[in-house]
């Protein structure tokens, strides 16, 4: 069984920051990408940040600047360094792995729990 944990979410005052976190475990045999996404009360989800299994990275452009994606490979964790945080950031955030597990032999999205994100005024 495959299992994305989010954590680092919480309350924070608008221009504070924040540090997600999202480990994947399970049987997985492969990572060809991790990302964040988010999705706002009324709103669809939509992508925050990407990076692939070889570094390479993509930001929505509302976060560009502001939001670094990284990711420990050895760890299978990926992490969201949020700053200069804005109200229009609320949402719960969720956490993305394209991951072969084993027996599977091809990439699946598998999706976090979301951890909630708020940014006051």
């Known amino acids: 069984q495959v299992r994305l944990v989010e954590s680092g979410g919480g309350l924070v005052q608008a221009g504070g920051s924040l540090r997600l976190s999202c480990a994947a475990s399970?049987?997985?045999?492969?990572?060809?990408?991790m990302g964040w996404y988010r999705q706002a009360p009324g709103k669809q989800r939509e992508m925050v940040g990407t990076?692939?299994?070889?570094?390479?990275?993509n930001y929505a452009d509302s976060v560009k600047g502001r939001f670094t994606i990284s990711a420990d490979n050895a760890k299978n964790t990926v992490y969201l360094q949020m700053n200069s945080l804005k109200p229009e950031d609320t949402a719960v955030y969720y956490c993305?792995?394209?991951?072969?597990?084993?027996?599977?032999?091809?990439?699946?999205?598998?999706w976090g729990q979301g951890t909630q994100v708020t940014v006051s005024s």
């Open positions: 993305n792995g394209e991951l072969d597990i084993v027996g599977d032999y091809r990439y699946r999205d598998y």
């Open positions: 399970g049987n997985i045999r492969s990572i060809n990408a």
């Open positions: 990076i692939t299994r070889g570094g390479s990275k």
